[in-house]
């Protein structure tokens, strides 16, 4: 029918100038072609714009955050192992150990930003790298010869606790200073993408970190995991002092003084309905942290001694950047609240497969269905804390967002050593440990129900789906 439309068109307009006859085949096409055009060429506009738009500084800190965080996740991942199979403390120990470094690492950017904003951008940025190499570096020491007066002098656990200690610095400077440079040297226009940005690379490298620290703890050894971790946020030091440029200072609120920030903490501890939520929702991170404190002590000590468990933990990171698009999509009309919610359940799902058979294939399947709850909720969350927070006092919230996810590793390292000396050692049945993981998960999901009831008037911000 086509071909038969266009033969006509052509027929008529031989006639001459007593048939002025136009082509809507023809027309239609041309104003296709000029859409295209004008497409091509906003395209072409826009990939400008993003080029003009970030400052050196904005890809200097986002490239160096991505190496922080292969070193991070790299070392993370074989932590539990370490600290279990290396130094020989106890399932309990490793735990409890695990949480309050995790907490450290997830409390301090709370009060970290002031001290950066104070001192500079670019000189916290290199101090920070410095300090988690020094403190990589004594974590992979901590087996060697010449720490051996140190380990005779005081309890391991202490020493271990006091070394872990010096890396849990560094995040806590790192992270207000990537997402303030972030925010300073990019214009408004393209500030949304570089958030994306600061994402992505975030999300890669926790799914490098743990296959590098594979291939390092394969070809050399566990202790140099740390070593190589070390070495990485060495050369970030470097990298920052010779191509990190201090940017300026935006117009934006700039990040509070510490005396501020301990203000504003009494502020926002002031405000039960929002108190009530952060402790509600740290259930949700005790059962996700699990991925690194109880899971590899429960594969290594009773389903395989050498199961390569930080290659499995770059599953996670890997559905992430695979399904959030997808996932997103998929919940866009859902109301805030109810995707928060339904992912929490999705997670807490997520360990009972550990129940139907322990083996490799089943750890996989649990920490996809564990990251397709993570990425149902976690941007409907920081969605919903900036539209809880008071008028004015946005910034000042979204600052305690990280605040469930330190009380969530602090409880779940605790809780997780004790679960799996419990079932473990004790009753020798670990897989039943995995029931009371997802019983705290179904006992969050329901607690958040009963919030939103209890405070809807308080937490109408939810009285929408997102766009």
Known sequence: MAVLDSCVCVSLAALGPAYPIRCPRHTMSTARINQAER???????????????FEPA???????????????????????????????????????????????????????????????????????????????????????????PLRQALPLFWVVLLVLMIPALGPSVVKPVVAGTTARASSESVRSIGYSIYYTLVNIGGTLGPVVAFLVRRSLGIENVFRVSALFVFLMFFATLVFYKEPGRSSERTVPTMIAALRNMLVVLSNLPFVVFLLIFSGFWIIFWQEFIALPLFIRGYVDPNAKIDLLLSVDPATVILFQIVVSYLT?????????????????????????????????AALFVLALGEITQSPRYYEYISRLAPPGQQGTYMGYAFLPIAIGYLIGGKLGGYLVHYFGDVLHRPEQMWWVVSAIGFATTLLMWIYNIVFKPVAAADSSPAD
Do not use: C
């Open 39 to 53: 497409e091509h060429l906003r395209f072409k506009e826009r990939l400008l714009e993003i080029r003009r738009g």
């Open 58 to 148: 904005f890809w200097v800190a986002n490239l160096t955050e991505l190496f922080e965080r292969v070193a991070y996740y790299g070392q993370a991942a074989v932590l539990a192992i370490f600290l279990h199979e290396s130094l020989h403390l106890s399932t309990e120990q490793t735990g409890t150990l695990m949480g309050v470094f995790g907490f450290a690492v997830w409390f301090l950017p709370i009060l970290g930003g002031s001290l950066a904003d104070r001192f500079g951008f670019r000189k916290s940025l290199a101090l920070a790298y410095l300090t988690l190499a020094i403190g990589y570096f004594l974590m992979g020491s901590l087996t060697a010869g010449w720490m051996a």
């Open 332 to 364: 866009r009309r859902i109301p805030t609240f109810t995707a928060m919610t339904v992912g929490i359940l999705i997670s807490s799902f997520s360990w009972l497969i550990l129940l139907l058979h322990a083996s490799t294939a089943f750890v996989i």
